[in-house]
């Protein structure tokens, strides 16, 4: 079956402007979660969705937002973009909310802010 | 969220075993160990995981002490494609993986 699919895979902005980046979990998958990803800071979780309802959020400023829809798939928002935000954002789905197992990831949308 | 150490490097011989520790001394009950690993800034790969009981599956083996404050990732037959950064974390029911440094597996020919 296809994978956590994850658009676009790059992009270039500049500061200030906003990006929106996309996640479509595996079919059937209903939670779907975020990290983003720098040299300096690693692995960060941003936020997780279950059933279009926020149900975690990480320690990340206002500018960062998401949401899901009621097939699953679900975007994220940066606004007004700083050169820190360059990363890799990964997405990440599994089955459901009490779910143990595992959380797939997609390949990651990585952004570059000049 | 319970929080995980690990080594930040370790090497391999090819063909080799390799043991990778991770100390998760403040895990609470409920919460499972994982492993993920990630290759060339790919996304993260599961690899195992497990709440009390040592784990097999085709990829590795996962063996948690039984005071579970520590457990062991392993590799039986380390292959070139092995080298990646491999990360333990403890988790719940929930997406949230805290993710720490990791261990670079260097594996060499």
């Not at chain 1, 360059?86 to 009490?98: D, E, P, R, T």
Request: charged share 15%.
């Amino acid at each position: 079956k296809a994978g956590v699919t994850q658009t676009p895979r790059y992009l270039i902005k500049t500061r200030g402007q906003q990006v929106t980046l996309s996640c479509s979990p595996i079919s059937g998958h209903r939670s779907v979660s975020w990290y983003q990803q720098t040299p300096g800071q690693g692995l960060q979780f941003l936020f997780e969705y279950f059933s279009e309802t926020q149900r975690n959020k990480g320690n990340f400023p206002g500018r960062f937002s998401g949401r899901q829809f009621s097939n699953s798939r679900s975007e994220m928002n940066v606004s007004t973009l700083e050169l820190g935000d360059s990363a890799l954002y990964l997405c990440a789905s599994s089955l459901g909310q009490s779910y143990t197992g595992e959380l797939f990831f997609g390949e990651g949308s990585r952004l570059t802010v000049l | 969220d319970a929080k995980t150490t690990q080594p930040p490097s370790m090497d391999c011989a090819e063909g080799r075993a390799a043991n990778l520790p991770c100390n998760h001394s403040t895990i609470s009950g409920n919460e499972y160990v994982y492993w993920y690993r990630q290759i060339h800034s790919q996304g993260p790969q599961y690899i195992i995981h497990g709440l009390k009981n040592n784990e097999t599956n085709e990829m590795a083996s996962l063996i948690i002490t039984e005071d579970r404050k520590s457990s062991t990732l392993i590799l039986p037959h380390a292959t070139l494609r092995d080298t990646a950064v491999y990360y333990c974390i403890v988790r719940w029911n929930t997406g949230k993986l805290i993710f720490g440094q990791g261990t670079t597996l260097q594996v060499k020919p």
